[in-house]
């Protein structure tokens, strides 16, 4: 089961400026003139999936393919289509999910696989015009310790975060996979589902606890057509988005429903939208 938590609101956030981006090279500037005959049908086949026409997106994705190599840039598209199967990803405020195109971007440039120089080479322009900081001297940028993660953390964090928390104006969660038992109480149908998958987190931050337990609130009429459509299908996943609330009542996380259905409902719907279909 997968899980994805927007939350809007709180305090301003700062970043230090990034690193100076590597000094490119003729070759690396010209690379993709060089590029296969079996690079330049997976770029035109990528462009295709994604959805992206524009010559700067298909510019990307050349470099990406020409840098990468074939296999790795088909890996990356999987990947993709495997995300967008269970739903897709939503932009960092909720207001909508991110394009095909934009995830792969995203992937690629989050990717700890892919070096720095190779990031430069694919997106120039989250690179140009960058000052570099100062890394010697008295002005030296020290980089900050990492720390163990410990009960008393987290004892010593509590009380220093609840002196002046920030405001969150939206939460939202998507939760998805198949539940098990469903429980109607009136209008409403219970589920519970355990999230035993943990992602791969940012270098630095604690390590989330395996087993968090979601009990889901949904509409017993929302419920009806997910349940129909997962009985037909057992490859099939329930996507639910909605409000979560730390709740000791269900002993874990509770998730109230706003939206509900699968992933093969919303890639037919996606299919018939899409451009040139015949619905």
Do not use: C
């Amino acid at each position: 089961m997968e899980h994805d938590i927007t939350i809007e609101g709180g305090p301003g956030e700062t970043a230090a400026p990034p690193a100076p981006a590597p000094a490119e090279t003729t070759s690396e500037r010209h690379g993709a003139r060089a590029m296969s005959a079996a690079a330049h049908a997976l770029a035109a086949e990528t462009a295709a999936a994604l959805g992206e026409t524009e010559p700067d997106p298909m510019g990307q994705i050349a470099r990406a393919v020409d840098r990468l190599g074939v296999e790795r840039a088909r890996a990356f598209l999987a990947q993709v289509q495997e995300i967008e199967a269970q739903g897709g990803r939503m932009l960092p405020d909720g207001s909508r999910r991110r394009t095909p195109g934009g995830l792969f971007f995203l992937l690629v440039r989050q990717s700890a696989d892919v070096s720095r120089r190779d990031k430069v080479y694919i997106f120039p322009q989250f690179f140009q015009h960058k000052k570099p900081r100062a890394t010697t001297g008295d002005n030296a940028a020290a980089a900050p310790a990492s720390i163990a993660w410990t009960d008393d953390t987290y004892r010593a964090l509590a009380p220093q975060l609840q002196q002046d928390p920030g405001r969150a104006t939206a939460v939202k969660i998507t939760v998805i996979g198949r539940p098990g038992v469903a429980v109607e109480q009136g209008q409403a149908v219970a589920l519970a589902l355990v999230s035993e998958k943990v992602p791969d987190l940012p270098k630095g931050l604690p390590a989330p606890p395996a087993g968090t337990r979601y009990t889901v609130f949904v509409a017993r009429k929302q419920w009806a057509k997910v349940a129909e459509a997962l009985a037909s299908d057992p490859e099939d996943a329930a996507i639910i988005e909605g409000y979560a609330a730390l709740d000791a009542r269900v002993e874990g996380i509770a998730v109230y429903a706003t939206n509900a259905t699968t992933t093969r409902t919303q890639a037919v719907r996606r299919a018939a939208q899409a451009p040139g279909s015949d619905a």
